[in-house]
């Protein structure tokens, strides 16, 4: 049953992300070098026929890692099946208007409002291709890596001693859980430093986007007791207790990352709001305005 959940669960994966960054990398550019004319005629019919895929693949690949995980297998089932079953949410909540305007009959294909608004959804396509790639590799690694390291795997009963066994697998793993860790971080610091120039150039859109990224790695980190899953993941495999072990990042700043970038994301948060409002606030002002002059003639 684990096994089979297992299976499902990387397979509708793997076809979902492969499908997705297919989407993103051929067929939309390609769909645009045709013009914006011929691009808006060929939207609707690929978009039902790749909705369906879509719903069907992430539906049934959250379901089979969430099969996994109850079939005694990892949290981190349980965690790729969200990364991957969250695309669905964020097309209904985030993408889903703009497919609306695109499958609009009333618009123009020819003008540069359609161009604008496929431009867009290419940016948000996107979000579900890295998604998707994200859930693909962990299952990956889920599969490969940790089979290496279950203890009714083969390794028991091969000819070398448990040591060596040990140092084999702990080396390249702990290399790639660092190496995994630094990517995760650079994504999540970037965000936090790239958060407040949202605000300011009235992308809220992207801020809120974010603002979600971070937020969910505080949940990870909530549920976790405080540390990363991944520094829990590599301390397997070292002895070392430096606040670096887990990371290629200089010792002082593993030590103070959560207080350096909670900061900064506090701090950008209040920047957001403070332009968020302001926008809002001058809005009104405007049609305040607007509302009284069309009064007084």
Request: aromatic residues 10%.
């Amino acid at each position: 049953m684990r096994q089979l959940a297992e299976f499902i669960a990387v397979l509708a994966c793997g076809l979902f992300a492969g499908a997705a960054v297919y989407v993103s990398l051929v067929e939309h550019p390609a769909r645009m070098e045709c013009g914006v004319e011929i691009a808006a005629t060929e939207f609707p019919p690929s978009y039902r026929r790749g909705t369906i895929l879509q719903v069907t693949l992430a539906a049934l690949g959250l379901l089979a890692s969430v099969a996994a995980w109850l079939a005694g297998a990892t949290f981190w089932w349980l965690v790729g099946g969200v990364l991957l079953g969250s695309v669905i949410p964020f097309t209904l909540i985030v993408i889903l208007p703009t497919n609306k305007q695109l499958l609009n009959p009333t618009l123009d294909r020819r003008s540069a409002e359609t161009e604008r608004l496929f431009a867009r959804w290419g940016r948000l396509h996107s979000v579900r291709s890295i998604l998707s790639a994200l859930a693909l590799l962990l299952f990956l690694y889920l599969v490969i890596f940790m089979k290496a390291l279950d203890p009714e795997s083969d390794c028991r009963h091969c000819s070398l001693i448990p040591d060596c066994c040990i140092l084999r697998v702990a080396i390249p793993m702990l290399t790639a859980i660092k190496l995994l860790h630094t990517v995760v971080w650079a994504i999540l610091a970037g965000s936090i430093v790239v958060l407040p120039l949202t605000g300011v150039l009235r992308r809220f859109r992207w801020a809120a986007i974010l603002s979600g990224l971070v937020l969910l790695e505080c949940g990870v980190l909530a549920v976790n007791g405080g540390r990363c899953p991944l520094s829990d993941m590599a301390q397997r495999f070292t002895d070392s207790h430096a606040n670096n072990f887990d990371i290629y990042l200089p010792n002082w700043l593993a030590q103070y990352n959560k207080v350096i970038f909670g900061v900064l994301f506090f701090a950008g948060e209040l920047v957001v709001l403070g332009c968020w409002f302001r926008e809002r606030s001058a809005k009104h002002q405007d049609s305040s305005t607007t509302t009284a002059t069309s009064n007084f003639e």
